[in-house]
């Protein structure tokens, strides 16, 4: 990350994981809070944010269960935040991030107005369920000083699957929908680029294409029919924000006609479906089907690395509705350690700390939380080029990646999704 002498708001850190790792290790329970109820810190001050943080830890509660990921905190930042902040970083992990949503419900419902969560990786159903309940710190994510390099103009960003995010959260990372073809026996030239054009494709050539059957853990499945709605109502937009039953009566059975309309041209003529993404990539591989899929910014280069799909795989996106998501951090409104949280929230929208975040080597593999374009200082700039410049041909361009990004719908679209094509499409006649 580049040195700057400028302010401590900015100030540069670098890290990497040999250095990181032998230094900093993870909690496994919460430290006692250790905040008054009024912790003394003004958000357009950044400098008595740091005061404040100086000396805390910061109990930040995440999903546990990718080993990979959790040295990459541990490493990356665990150890700048200790070096540069005087802040320990204490990663508690969760089966499911549900029991941290969970652990701040009870202790509203119990009256404390302390609790021990100070930091969430939350995006989706969760970060609903806690802005429902009023129990998430508000108005901080634009007083962040690197806030400047997000673009909250984005819908795929200020809308967490189709809930405004308003002042509660402040992106990590970011992931999208993507397919991936075999340059050996593809033309780029020959790439469906929109659903009419996929569907025209199968037909000329009968059984080569397949998708995930929607349902949950299938999330490739449900994306890839979430984004054909899409498509054939006009755009996303209308289906952000509140459930609009009417909305969906009108558009779901113009969903489920495209649907059927190509199942003949499928493989197995549509009578069975790939059941995740693994399958997927065995039938791409096996040269059975011509299109797999993915969500990684490296696009078909982990796959490749782990032998699942061809060396000559490599990844594509259709011209517009591609959908990707962002992961997030929210702070409970009853956390001990807001100034703590501001401060790691902070430094992982350092540019430098975001081009390693996307490079499967460093263990995490996901994409950007920033706006790449917003970067001005030319040594984080030649950070971000040089990382995704190691993602190879088999990656998406990061520009066109953000060019056909769009949001999530609402829970209670992706159900009916899921509950109806089963009945609607996998059982039809």
Not at 29 to 57: C, H, I, M, R, Y
Not at 240 to 246: E, L, P, V, Y
Not at 257 to 264: G, I, R, S, T
Not at 285 to 294: K, P
């Amino acid at each position: 990350m580049a040195q700057t002498e400028t302010s401590p708001a900015t100030a540069g850190v670098t890290v990497t994981a040999a250095t990181a790792q032998a230094s900093v290790s993870a909690a496994t329970t919460p430290a006692a809070s250790t905040a008054s109820p009024a912790e003394n810190f003004d958000l357009n001050n950044w400098a008595s944010v740091l005061a404040a943080a100086k000396g805390k830890t910061v109990n930040w509660y995440m999903y546990g269960g990718a080993d990979s990921i959790n040295r990459f905190v541990d490493a990356f930042y665990g150890k700048a935040l200790k070096d540069h902040y005087g802040v320990t970083l204490n990663r508690v992990p969760v089966a499911d991030t549900v029991d941290a949503v969970n652990q701040v419900l009870s202790e509203k419902q119990a009256g404390k107005d302390l609790g021990a969560v100070d930091v969430i990786w939350i995006n989706g159903e969760n970060f609903a369920s806690l802005k429902q309940a009023n129990m998430l710190y508000d108005g901080w994510n634009r007083q962040l000083p690197n806030s400047k390099l997000v673009n909250y103009d984005n819908k795929a960003l200020n809308l967490d699957f189709g809930i405004p995010i308003g002042g509660m959260e402040s992106p990590w990372s970011s992931a999208e929908l993507q397919f991936i073809y075999d340059e050996a026996r593809t033309k780029a030239s020959d790439l469906p680029r929109s659903y009419a054009a996929l569907k025209e494709y199968a037909c000329d050539h009968k059984g080569r294409v397949t998708y995930i059957a929607p349902g949950p853990g299938a999330f490739q499945g449900t994306r890839f029919v979430k984004q054909a709605l899409y498509e054939l109502s006009g755009g996303p937009e209308q289906w952000s924000g509140t459930f609009n039953q009417a909305l969906w009566d009108q558009w779901s059975p113009k969903l489920w006609q495209f649907l059927n309309d190509l199942k003949p041209c499928l493989w197995r003529q549509g009578a069975t479906y790939a059941k995740d993404e693994n399958e997927l990539h065995s039938l791409f591989a096996n040269n059975e089907i011509d299109f797999s899929s993915t969500q990684a910014i490296a696009g078909a280069g982990p796959l490749i690395k782990d032998g699942k799909v061809p060396p000559t795989a490599r990844a594509f996106v259709f011209d517009k509705n591609m959908i990707g998501d962002f992961n997030y951090l929210g702070i409970p409104s009853n956390a001990p350690n807001k100034a703590a949280a501001l401060v790691l929230a902070n430094l992982i929208l350092e540019p430098d700390l975001q081009a390693a975040q996307i490079l499967p080597n460093n263990g995490f593999g996901l994409g950007y939380g920033i706006d790449v374009t917003k970067v001005t200082d030319a040594n984080q700039t030649k950070a971000l080029q040089d990382a995704a410049s190691k993602l190879g041909p088999s990656a998406t361009d990061a520009n066109q990646l953000a060019k056909v990004l769009v949001s999530d719908m609402p829970q209670q679209y992706q159900n009916l999704v899921e509950q109806e094509w089963q009945k609607k499409v996998l059982q039809a006649k």
